[in-house]
């Protein structure tokens, strides 16, 4: 089954507590992104990646890294979290530049909370 | 940089029409969407409108374009309690990827 995988799916934690949440896709997608998604703001974005290697800094880019070793996964770091970094986070990935009519798959989400 | 802007929310009876309306400000869409959050899941697109086309039909879901005012609708007919979810509209410039711009989202309630 298509689908773009993120784990944990909820996770607590403390501030500047170092964490990952993995994102991993099994469609050979060469574009991979990571939202946020906050009450009243929608969904913006973090970092993005139109393939392996090539990485950049989407619209709230700040207190995150990402990395884009393989093409099924594109992991999100937060090294040191502070409560603002409290939201609903989005992987999403697509078949590339002008491959297709910009149809973005979405994971279900993980629900990150820093005490 | 690109703005999308919908309506928080929206409330309908079962059996009526919904329409949620979305507009944006960049000229050079050429994509633009509608995907559906369902609770507890991620975004899901529910149909898209590429930006030389006015109208498009999908069963119950009509999507109108006025590219003059720079201005989309979702028209759902027959709406049911399924249909209760946030609907995000979201536009492309096409050739930058799938570097999508989306709304903040408008809550439909379908009251029974």
């Known amino acids: 089954e298509a689908q773009v995988t993120q784990n944990p799916r909820y996770l607590i934690t403390v501030t500047g507590k170092k964490l990952t949440v993995t994102c991993s896709q099994n469609m050979n997608h060469e574009y991979m992104s990571w939202y946020r998604q906050d009450p009243g703001l929608g969904l913006r974005q973090i970092y993005y990646?139109?393939?392996?290697?090539?990485?950049d800094k989407g619209d709230v880019p700040e207190g995150y890294k990402v990395s884009r070793k393989e093409k099924r996964n594109f992991p999100l770091i937060l090294e040191s979290p502070s409560p603002n970094q409290t939201s609903l986070y989005f992987c999403?990935?697509?078949?590339?530049?002008?491959?297709?009519?910009?149809?973005?798959?979405f994971g279900e989400g993980s629900r990150l909370t820093v005490l | 940089g690109e703005d999308v802007e919908q309506s928080l929310f929206l409330s309908v009876r079962e059996g009526d029409s919904s329409v949620i309306n979305c507009t944006y400000t960049?000229?050079?869409?050429?994509?633009l969407y509608w995907y559906k959050q369902e609770p507890g899941a991620g975004l899901q697109l529910l149909t898209y409108?590429?930006?030389?086309?006015d109208m498009k039909q999908d069963q119950r879901l009509t999507v109108l374009l006025n590219k003059k005012d720079k201005h989309l609708s979702l028209r759902i007919a027959d709406t049911q309690t399924g249909d209760s979810a946030i609907y995000f509209c979201a536009e492309s410039p096409g050739d930058a990827g799938n570097m999508l711009t989306f709304g903040g989202g408008t809550r439909l309630m379908v009251k029974p």
């Open positions: 409108i590429f930006s030389n086309m």
């Open positions: 990646s139109m393939n392996v290697e090539v990485t």
């Open positions: 999403a990935s697509s078949l590339g530049l002008g491959k297709n009519t910009g149809e973005l798959f």
């Open positions: 960049d000229s050079s869409s050429t994509y």
